[in-house]
């Protein structure tokens, strides 16, 4: 496998401080999303759209989560050169695939296009559109059960897993199912970021309202019932499933454009425009039902954190 691991430390741009928006960013430190219901199984609650499958999922299912989304797509393509996985795959006996909380199908989409001998089944509890390629197919169903598929003797040479941080409940129910699922030989993979804020510069500034989110998620994860840091176990959980040759690499993904690397400067604007897309729905839910906070709260907590961002002060990165 490849050696993706970033440097220990990535030298900043020292024109950073005054580093200007593109279109559309400046006003992100201000703005709360609004959305509207469009389906029976989706309802609103305080401005955003949620899905209801089952006791339904803590973040939103809008038109913001769905840029998220595609921020976080873009991204990943940049920062992995343009390939959808990094697992050592014959891709010439690529033969079925599985992209697993495939969300907006945007990952299994360009797997289709790519390998369109590959048969790729995207797997989540919200329904998708029809799928665009022959070789692609959607089924709606929870994958820490039992796997029902239209070919019972289908087995998976790849599995795919992103961002599935807080989705999931029971992860190693989800590890088992891919595990009975796939071909010997067949190769897993999942990308999560990893909560939590880093910085190599000498001093953190006082009071940061990033750092002090990213500690608070510790305990958004026991109100919720959900695991944020899913990231710092998941090797040790698919191991306990039994795969074999596990391997994991850890990735700087920069909170802003302020490394002088032109690649990682790009990551840093696609992950600050994820964060900023991404912070009010991952708060808003869980912070008013479990923690008693207000809808003015939540918000508030954006606007500092997005303010922080926008001083350009500090060089924060978080581990992918």
Known sequence: MENLNHPSIIPVDEQYSRYQFTE???????????????????????????????????????????????????LCLLLLDNNYFVSPVDESSLRCVADVGTGLGLWAEGVAERYPDTQVVGIDTAPRPSPVFPNLSHIMFDATEEWVLDDPTMKFDLVHIRSLFVGVKDWDALYKQCFENMNSGAWIEQMEVEIEAFTDD???????????????????????????????????????????DVQEQRLKLPLGPWPTDPKLKDVGRFYERFYKTGLQGWLLQICTRSMGWTVDQVNDACIKAFQEINSRQQHFYFPL
Request: glycine share 6%; proline share 3%; with cysteine.
């Open 24 to 74: 559309g960013e400046a006003d992100d430190d201000t703005s709360a999303y609004s959305v509207a219901s469009s389906a029976y199984n989706f309802r609103v609650e305080n401005g955003r759209r949620y899905h209801d499958y089952k006791d339904g999922h803590p973040f939103p299912y809008d038109e913001v989560s769905e840029e998220n989304e595609i921020v976080l797509h873009e």
């Open 202 to 244: 000498e001093e953190i500034l006082p009071d940061s309202h990033i750092t002090a989110l990213c500690n608070f998620t510790r305990e958004m994860s026991a109100a919720a019932g959900r695991d944020f840091q899913i990231s710092s176990a998941m090797k040790q959980k698919v191991e306990e499933a039994g795969f074999v």
